[in-house]
């Protein structure tokens, strides 16, 4: 496997399949047993998952009220969505665990870096809920900063689309895609990745962001193989790495040490 450890963003949105609002069960399904099928190969998974197909701060702006109070509705959209993909994942017995960044102790753990990093080299499919517990900020960025605190290989951005292209490719039969591009590049093009602060911590940290469609079953097994799909956004060069090391094609490569189990674990 291309990887050690990944991130895997998914949208709130692409829960919902051909529905106009919440979850379409058949997906769910379909993104529970892709992410088994990687974390079989011993890839260490963590998620994080939208709330746009429930609800989104700018929402409650639109309806005059306070946007404080929907961003933190659409953090708890996305602890809904994150509940739903850790039981399907259960289903297929997959062993999960669900950090959160706002307190909900009755049903999921406190986000806690060194507790998440240990789930993970148990094998555990951690999800990261309530994106990063602040208002005013978006769960790609949640994406970025948690896989950051992890020491993620890479960011891997499931969407519909397969990768980042010249110009709209739904409204410009010309566009074509970017097999690989530098995070300057995207930046000087003003190409859309993901939102400027969820970027901006990508591209000063050094965390390579793969753009890939989720919606393909098997694509994430394959792109993880190494097969070339989607874009990837990197600072270029040799050192595509995180640090300028070179993770990326050497999967004994861990940046990690052993860390010492400290804190009590929940069950
Ligand atoms: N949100 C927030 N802080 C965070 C993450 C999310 O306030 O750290 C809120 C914000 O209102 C956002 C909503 O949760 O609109 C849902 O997340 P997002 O829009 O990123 O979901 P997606 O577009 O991926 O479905």
Redesign the pocket.
Known sequence: MKYNRILLKL???ALMGQQQYGIDAERLMQYASEIKSVAATGVQVAVVI????I????QAEAFGLDRVQ???M??L??VINSMALQSALEKLEVSTRLLS?LTIQRVCEPYIRRRAVRHLEKGRVVIFGA????????????ASLRAIEIEADVVLKGTRVDGIYTADPEKDPTATRYAEITFDEVLSKNLNVMDMTAFTLCKENNLPIIVFDMNTPGNLERLLNGESMGTLVSAGGTGTGRDGRKPLLDPKHSPLQPLVGNQPEQA
């Open positions: 949208s709130g949105e939208g709330g746009g197909n609800y989104r701060g700018v929907g961003d933190y659409g953090m959209a996305t960044g994106g990063i517990g602040s208002p005013y900020f978006t769960t790609d960025s949640a």
